[in-house]
């Protein structure tokens, strides 16, 4: 019996719970020590996360944010603007986001919503996101320059992963609060957000601000690939932990505690 030979364009094999564990923690154990060095440095660094919907952001985010710290990992996802919001400078509420010393800020979508969302859906007028393309690329050397690293990920997924993806949410009362009112209309309007990808590509693809394109048909492989490449991104050194003792308990003071919570509400052990 002949051998099956895999081509170059083959899928990889589906990756397997422990492994993609195992990978996982090792990953997570290093943004660990880039946390500290970030912490040590007073670093600034935005992520932008951007794509299709159902392209995998949310989970892939919580892979990077799972283990780390809440006040250096901070994860930014703002609702549509208000009417106040809206008569500001656009990147005005974004800006009131952006990191301190010693701080990673992850836009879980980010003022690109004026190249995808707004553009596609007529949220904004076409000389306004004219506008935007033209002047994005001048702001984002003015955020780089003033210290700040900026890193932009766009995850790519297939037409044929979407439609699995979104039939999968109508299905799972988990998952249906996943299924916004502008998801539905994005699997009818596939081409008009390909086109609107790709005219943000050429504007704001630029070497001070450059986009890394994460394929996402497998959320497993690209949250490992993401989290590599962006540790990989970021330069940082092991620091030598301090040495952590536990202090002994005091006995100054020292009562029966359990004693006064009896006659107090407690919550069911049902489990």
Same mark, same amino acid.
């Given at each position: 019996?002949?051998?099956?030979? /895999?081509?170059?364009?083959? $899928?990889?094999?589906?990756?397997?719970? /422990?492994?993609?564990?195992?990978?996982?923690?090792? @990953?997570?154990?290093?943004? !660990?020590?880039?946390?500290?060095?970030?912490?040590?440095?007073? @670093?600034?660094?935005?992520?932008?996360?951007?794509?299709?919907?159902?392209?995998?952001?949310?989970?892939?985010?919580?892979?990077?944010?799972?283990?780390?710290?809440?006040?250096?990992?901070?994860?930014?996802?703002?609702?549509?603007?208000?009417? =106040?919001?809206?008569?500001?400078?656009?990147?005005?509420?974004?800006?009131?986001?952006?990191?301190?010393?010693?701080?990673?800020?992850?836009?879980?979508?980010?003022?690109?919503?004026?190249?995808?969302?707004?553009?596609?859906?007529?949220? !904004?007028?076409?000389?306004?996101?004219?506008?935007?393309?033209? +002047? !994005?690329?001048?702001?984002?050397?003015?955020?780089?320059?003033?210290?700040?690293?900026?890193?932009?990920?766009?995850?790519?997924?297939?037409? /044929?992963?979407?439609?699995?993806?979104? *039939?999968? =949410?109508?299905? %799972?009362?988990?998952?249906?609060?996943? +299924?916004?009112?502008?998801? +539905?209309?994005? =699997?009818?309007?596939?081409? *008009?957000?390909?086109?609107?990808?790709?005219?943000?590509?050429?504007?704001? %693809?630029?070497?001070?601000? #450059?986009?890394?394109? +994460?394929?996402? &048909?497998?959320?497993?492989? $690209?949250?490992?690939? !993401?989290?590599?490449?962006?540790?990989?991104?970021? #330069?940082?050194?092991?620091?030598? #932990?301090? /040495?952590?003792? @536990? #202090?002994?308990?005091?006995?100054?003071?020292?009562? &029966?505690?359990?004693?006064?919570?009896?006659?107090?509400?407690?919550?069911? *052990?049902?489990?």
């Amino acid at each position: 019996m002949s051998k099956k030979i /895999k081509t170059p364009d083959a $899928a990889p094999e589906k990756l397997a719970s /422990k492994e993609y564990m195992k990978e996982l923690r090792k @990953l997570q154990a290093e943004l !660990c020590h880039l946390q500290e060095w970030v912490k040590h440095k007073g @670093l600034r660094t935005i992520i932008i996360f951007e794509g299709r919907d159902a392209a995998g952001k949310g989970g892939t985010i919580r892979a990077l944010t799972e283990r780390v710290s809440p006040r250096v990992f901070r994860t930014v996802a703002l609702p549509a603007p208000s009417d =106040r919001e809206k008569s500001q400078m656009y990147l005005q509420r974004y800006m009131a986001h952006f990191p301190a010393a010693g701080e990673i800020v992850i836009f879980d979508r980010s003022w690109y919503n004026r190249a995808g969302v707004e553009y596609v859906m007529g949220f !904004c007028s076409k000389e306004q996101h004219a506008r935007f393309l033209k +002047l !994005c690329p001048e702001i984002e050397k003015y955020i780089v320059d003033g210290g700040i690293q900026l890193i932009k990920i766009w995850l790519d997924s297939s037409d /044929k992963e979407q439609k699995r993806r979104f *039939e999968a =949410r109508m299905t %799972d009362s988990l998952r249906q609060w996943k +299924l916004s009112p502008m998801d +539905l209309p994005s =699997r009818s309007k596939w081409f *008009e957000y390909s086109r609107a990808r790709d005219l943000m590509l050429d504007a704001t %693809d630029t070497k001070h601000a #450059p986009w890394h394109i +994460l394929r996402s &048909d497998d959320k497993k492989r $690209a949250r490992l690939n !993401c989290l590599h490449h962006i540790l990989g991104l970021i #330069p940082y050194k092991k620091l030598k #932990p301090e /040495k952590v003792k @536990l #202090p002994d308990r005091s006995m100054k003071g020292a009562y &029966d505690d359990e004693a006064t919570l009896k006659g107090r509400k407690f919550v069911p *052990e049902k489990y």
